[in-house]
């Protein structure tokens, strides 16, 4: 199982890639008239990165130990 802190360095990159793919020049490039089904290529771009990053965070979520409480038990969550 991979170290808490490289968890934790890893969610904060997971923060700013999900920065920066959502910032208004990048989402601009995907503002096209090309459609699929009816629907606007940026529409699947931004739910696109959307759904990555929450299951990218349930994924390294997943990979964090449980914190122990302060009287020796298993943590509640």
Do not use: C
Not at 11 to 22: E, R, V
Request: hydrophobic letters at 50%.
């Amino acid at each position: 199982m991979p170290e808490r802190r490289k968890i934790v360095g890893g969610m904060f990159l997971l923060t700013a890639a999900g920065l920066l793919l959502l910032v208004p020049p990048l989402v601009h490039l995907f503002n096209h008239d090309f459609t699929v089904f009816g629907v606007p290529q940026i529409v699947f771009y931004l739910f696109g990165v959307w759904l990555a990053l929450i299951v990218s965070t349930g994924v390294l979520a997943s990979w964090l130990p449980r914190e122990r409480s302060t009287n020796g038990e298993e943590g509640e969550g």
